[in-house]
T-cell receptor, first 112, second 114 residues
Framework: DAKTTQPNSMESNEEEPVHLPCNHSTISGTDYIHWYRQLPSQGPEYVIHGLTSNVNNRMASLAIAEDRKSSTLILHRATLRDAAVYYC?????????????FGKGTHLIIQP | DAGVIQSPRHEVTEMGQEVTLRCKPI?????LFWYRQTMMRGLELLIYFNNNVPIDDSGMPEDRFSAKMPNASFSTLKIQPSEPRDSAVYFC????????????FGNGTRLTVT
């Protein structure tokens, strides 16, 4: 499986934008980029996913590099509730038939 | 929809005892996954089912672990006999049979084996 690399931790201030990077230099042409987050004492939660184009939803935006070797999850205005571990995961097209492989993720700390 | 429901939320047991963890997936979801999370190893996929049939159990650590899905709305993960190294948070997740549909996770069962 293609691997992803994320910083172990990041810190940001409340009400400011947060940019969470992910490197995936061995991504294949059919791999989707998925992001999940895990709040304290909860199960992982889907955030967003994309293939080539940038994607937006109510939770976040996903910016994908033109060569697809990296991507950035953008939280436009962080709140204390966004403090969580964020996982960047590659998933093959049609990947409903297998589970996700989680790395260590990025521990996001939000300062009030 | 209530989401994926796991029970119990917490389980404390003594070494050697049998432990059964339960999961109710989201109605209509065709896939069910069992994960284990520890500080040392992170989130690990143990086994998954498609239409109630086990598809891949290569992540099950050893024969002490077994999982069943008798119907579309219920699955169990059993550990017999339990050992202290089985202490972890066990998550269940489900998803639809469509490519790249998100996985929906329950809130987990925190298992402590003393």
């Amino acid at each position: 499986d293609a691997k992803t690399t994320q910083p172990n931790s990041m810190e940001s201030n409340e009400e400011e934008p947060v940019h969470l990077p992910c490197n995936h230099s061995t991504i294949s042409g059919t791999d989707y980029i998925h992001w999940y987050r895990q709040l304290p004492s909860q199960g992982p939660e889907y955030v967003i996913h994309g293939l080539t184009s940038n994607v937006n939803n109510r939770m976040a935006s996903l910016a994908i590099a033109e060569d697809r070797k990296s991507s950035t999850l953008i939280l436009h205005r962080a709140t204390l509730r966004d403090a969580a571990v964020y996982y960047c995961i590659l998933r093959a097209k049609g990947g409903g038939a297998d589970g996700l492989t989680f790395g260590k993720g990025t521990h996001l700390i939000i300062q009030p | 929809d209530a989401g994926v429901i796991q029970s119990p939320r917490h389980e404390v047991t003594e070494m050697g005892q049998e432990v059964t963890l339960r999961c109710k997936p989201i109605s209509g979801h065709d896939y069910l996954f069992w994960y284990r999370q520890t500080m040392m190893r992170g989130l690990e996929l143990l086994i998954y089912f498609n239409n109630n049939v086990p598809i891949d159990d290569s992540g099950m650590p050893e024969d002490r672990f077994s999982a069943k899905m008798p119907n579309a709305s219920f699955s169990t993960l059993k550990i017999q006999p339990s050992e202290p190294r089985d202490s972890a948070v066990y998550f269940c997740a489900s998803t639809e049979d469509r490519g790249n549909s998100p996985l929906h996770f329950g809130n987990g069962t925190r298992l402590t084996v003393t």
